[in-house]
C-alpha cells in the first residue's frame, strides 16, 4: 500500500509549478533587482558625463574676452563656478545631480596653450584645452555589495578647446 501511494505521488503533476517557482524565484529576482541596479547605474553615469561636458564647455566659453587671452584655469572664480555646473547643473543653488559627488571630485585642467595665429581653428588666437574629469564610487548603488561585488565608479572625462564667448 505505501509502495503504491509513493508511486502515484511520483506520477502525480499537481504541485510540480508550486516546486518550479520556489526553485526559480531566487534568480528570477536577484536578476530583477540586477537589471535595476545596471539600469539605475547607467543613468548616474549619463548625468556625470553631461555634468561634466557642461563644465568642459562652460570654461571653454570664458575668460578669452580679454587681450591676450587669458587661461581659463587662471581664474578661480571661472573654476569654481565650472565645478558647480559638473556637480549641481547651476553655477550657484541647485542640486545634485548625483548623490555623494561633490566639487571636491571635479577635476579641471588646461593644457599648455595652442597658436593659432594662422587661423586654423576656429577663435581667439591662443587656444587653451580644458580638461574635466571625475572618478568617484557611487554610495547608492548597494545591491553590489549585496551580492559580494564591489560598487562600481563612475568616471567621466571631456576636453574641449576654449574659444570664448560667442
Known amino acids: 500500500m505505501l509502495k503504491r501511494s509513493i508511486e502515484s505521488l511520483w506520477h502525480d503533476n499537481e504541485g510540480s509549478v508550486l516546486i518550479e517557482a520556489t526553485i526559480l524565484m531566487p534568480f528570477l529576482v536577484t536578476l530583477m533587482f540586477g537589471l535595476f541596479e545596471f539600469s539605475w ?22 575668460a578669452l574676452d580679454t587681450t591676450p587671452p587669458t587661461n581659463p584655469c587662471d581664474n578661480a572664480t571661472f573654476v ?39 587661423g586654423a581653428y576656429s577663435g581667439a588666437t591662443t587656444i587653451y584645452p580644458v580638461i574635466v574629469s571625475t572618478t568617484f564610487a557611487d554610495p ?3 545591491y553590489f555589495g549585496m551580492l559580494g561585488l564591489t560598487v562600481p565608479y563612475l568616471s567621466a572625462s571631456h576636453t574641449e578647446r576654449s574659444i570664448g564667448p560667442g
Open 80 to 118: 569654481a563656478n565650472a565645478k558647480n555646473i559638473a556637480t549641481k547643473g547651476a553655477i550657484s543653488g541647485g542640486t545634485a545631480r548625483v548623490s555623494g559627488w561633490g566639487v571636491g571630485l571635479v577635476k579641471i585642467e588646461c593644457l599648455p596653450s595652442i597658436d593659432n595665429s594662422a
Open 140 to 142: 547608492d548603488l548597494g
Open 41 to 62: 547605474y547607467f543613468h548616474k553615469q549619463q548625468l556625470v558625463e553631461s555634468g561634466v561636458r557642461d563644465a568642459a564647455r562652460y570654461l571653454a566659453r570664458t
